[in-house]
């Protein structure tokens, strides 16, 4: 059976018109980009220069990993997702127009650290290149994550776990060196790094070890979506 | 005819429960098929085993001729279904969880309303599916499910919990579906449901299927006491045998002037599961 794009938009476009009224949708959403602006004007200069890269990264991990795992979870507690299968929308269509949805919100709201930033014009494209491979990577573990649980109750905590995990290691290995040996071979360490110091860690190295993070976590996603599909 | 949906012999084993054995079954194309019994007694396993979301353990299930293990885009066209479960998008309008399907099978977007008038929604087009009672949110399901005209319709009791109204209104839309060609496949455990609505049933009982045909023939089979029952101008009644010995009396009673009514006591469909299982059809 062929993916059609036709079966893909209206996946998409019904996840649009459920965003507007989806309260943790546009709670994440917001989430690190108001705290970002609050810190922005509360705090001093030196305090900040570590926190926005870091809320920046944050949202690029958390927020992808959150609502893609959520979403899939929510519609198979609730049955819609079976309705859609059965109603001959492919397990892939599904998981592209959902993952299409959750790229487009991670990308609008990590746009919005570009004020934040203060990123200069000529870093423009590396912060953006830098945060879509990131937000990639985190789409492919909250899609992993979606297609191994059950329901809502099992997701939250262990996409909790993982995003805060991913998000917060960076921050721990800015203050010890042994979690730096390890966390190196993050992806979330590599978009932190280079978000932090644009202008000196935009580095082939650092790149690759996301585009390897990236293959890793398509690979293991299509191990499991080949074994599980989308049963519940 | 030819037979929308066909069963051979299909068995179906979950771990140490055999939830179907060596079921078989014909539905025509454009009757109503009644798939009577009570809970637990492999109903919706076989509605999942036709619709392709199970695969059977032994036996061959078709629907439109093709093995439900092989169904693909063309079958699924074909069929609706309204499902245990409502499955509806709980924040989005009528409207908005109609206009999704209508996209996914590339349907004008001003059917919608017509099934919406059809449904007698078309009031409540606005309104959230959350809001809706849930007598309004199965005739919405039914919506979703006859959206694209489906040839065949598989309906999960889909009158269960819901007001008599409401019911009568599936109930019409069902015969209307029929009406226009659609075969209708339907489980329920309400034996007057299926009485009155299905061309044939099959009563089902821990996976077996112990009677088969249509509502009418299968009660008359099973009228073994063969008694009418008189009711008299005066309100009181008598059950006599229906035999020769008792022609004499039944006709002295009408030149008496007595008889208001007499009618012969057949046993209905719940009193022939029991004599068939030991058990009830609720």
Redesign the interface.
């Known amino acids: 059976?062929s993916l059609s794009l036709?079966?893909t938009?209206?996946?998409f476009?019904?996840e649009c018109?459920?965003a507007t009224?989806?309260k943790l949708i546009i709670m994440v959403f917001f989430m690190f980009p108001v705290l970002s602006f609050l810190f922005k004007y509360i705090m001093p200069e030196t305090e900040t220069r570590v926190a926005l890269p870091m809320f920046t990264n944050m949202n690029i991990i958390m927020v992808p990993i959150i609502l893609m795992s959520t979403i899939i979870a929510e519609e198979k507690e609730?049955?819609?997702l079976?309705?859609?299968i059965?109603?001959?929308?492919q397990p892939m269509e599904y998981l592209i127009g959902i993952g299409f949805f959750v790229f487009i919100i991670a990308v609008i709201s990590t746009a919005l650290f570009l004020i934040t930033n203060n990123i200069e014009t000529t870093y423009i494209f590396l912060f953006l290149a830098t945060s879509l491979s990131g937000i990639i990577c985190s789409i492919l573990i909250g899609a992993i994550i979606g297609l191994i649980t059950k329901n809502q109750m099992s997701t939250g905590p262990l996409s909790g776990i993982i995003a805060m995990v991913l998000g917060m290691v960076p921050m721990f290995a800015n203050m010890n060196n042994s979690i730096r040996n390890y966390s190196k071979y993050l992806y979330s360490q590599s978009v932190f790094d280079i978000l932090f110091r644009i202008k000196d860690e935009f580095t082939l190295e650092k790149f690759t070890v996301i585009g390897v993070n990236a293959l890793i976590f398509l690979i293991i996603f299509y191990f499991i979506y080949k074994r599980k599909k989308l049963a519940d | 005819m030819e037979n929308a949906i066909e069963i051979n012999n299909v068995s179906k084993q979950f771990d140490d429960v055999l939830a179907l054995s060596k079921v078989n079954l014909r539905v025509a194309n454009g009757e109503i098929f009644g798939l009577l019994g009570p809970s637990g007694a492999g109903k919706t396993t076989t509605i999942k085993i036709l619709?392709g979301?199970l695969k059977a353990t032994s036996g061959v299930a078709k629907i439109f001729n093709k093995n439900t293990e092989e169904l693909?885009?063309k079958e699924?066209?074909k069929i609706g279904?309204v499902?245990d479960?409502?499955?509806?998008?709980?924040?989005?309008s009528c409207y908005?969880n109609l206009i999704?399907?209508a996209?996914?099978?590339?349907i004008d977007k001003k059917h919608i309303y017509e099934v919406l008038e059809k449904v007698q929604l078309s009031d409540a087009i606005k309104k959230?599916a959350s809001s809706l009672s849930k007598g309004m949110k199965q005739r919405l399901v039914l919506a979703?499910a006859v959206l694209h005209s489906p040839e065949l319709l598989f309906l999960d009791e889909p009158t269960s919990g819901i007001d008599p109204a409401t019911a009568e209104k599936i109930h019409e839309l069902i015969f209307e579906l029929r009406n226009e060609g659609t075969t209708v496949f339907l489980t329920t455990h309400n034996m007057e449901e299926a009485t009155r609505m299905c061309d044939n049933i099959a009563l089902l009982n821990k996976g077996v299927v112990v009677e088969y045909g249509s509502p009418e023939d299968i009660c008359r089979q099973h009228n073994k006491e063969n008694k009418i029952t008189i009711t008299f101008r005066d309100k009181s009644t008598v059950t006599l045998k229906n035999n020769k010995e008792n022609a004499g009396i039944i006709s002295r009673y009408f030149e008496e002037d007595k008889v208001l009514a007499i009618h012969s006591s057949e046993p209905n469909l719940e009193t022939v599961f029991i004599e068939l299982t030991g058990r009830s059809l609720k």
Request: hydrophobic letters at 30%; zero cysteines.
């Open positions: 059976m036709r079966r938009l209206a996946v476009y019904k018109k459920d009224k989806n609730k049955g819609t079976r309705v859609l059965m109603s001959n929308v | 619709t979301q693909t885009d699924y066209s279904m499902l479960y409502p499955g509806l998008y709980e924040r989005l908005d999704m399907f996209q996914i099978y590339n959230t979703r």
